[in-house]
């Protein structure tokens, strides 16, 4: 384990990194990855790996080659981000995700300016990991609140279609003049019996 936390890790649980972790930012793209990796001594290397397995491949040896824990953090981007965070978690690496919106307000705050390139989005991603503003993925397996979650969505998907055109129902008798196509007040087109 490379976290010690004296709580349930959350996003403002700040958890301490060990000494020995080396860190690893990952900037998602759909062709390549930024990759800044940060050693306990302060020395950093910046990479650039393909978005293919074979880079995946290439950044894994890398990594297991370390001497050290690894803790890997990702921006979740599209879906763009899904299979290298399966490949690291499947080679034993801990993979952590960072809100989008955390990134763009820390690189507002940090570099004063709303301009992102992948260097700087990584070097983001290593402040949110550092100051403990990331939280664990679940990709090693389904979590227990999705596992109790999707049993109780499918259950529920007669009576949510039910509430659903209900409440438009009375939504269009209460505000008769808006028009649900164009998300303007206007004329409807359409009778509706309230």
Known sequence: MTLITTRKPTMTASPQLMPDTVCVAIDIAKRYHDVLVRWPNGREKALKIPNTRIGHDDLIRFLKQQKAPVLAVLESTADFHRPLAYRLAQAGIPVHLASSLAGARVREALYTSWDKHDRKDARVLMYLLTQGMT?????????????????????????????????????RCTFPRWNATSARPGPTGSVISC
């Open 135 to 171: 939280h664990p993925s679940s990709v090693r397996g389904t979590s227990t609140s999705r596992r109790s979650r999707i049993p109780i969505s499918r259950s529920l998907g007669p009576e949510h279609a039910a509430i659903t055109a209900w409440l438009t129902t009375i939504w």
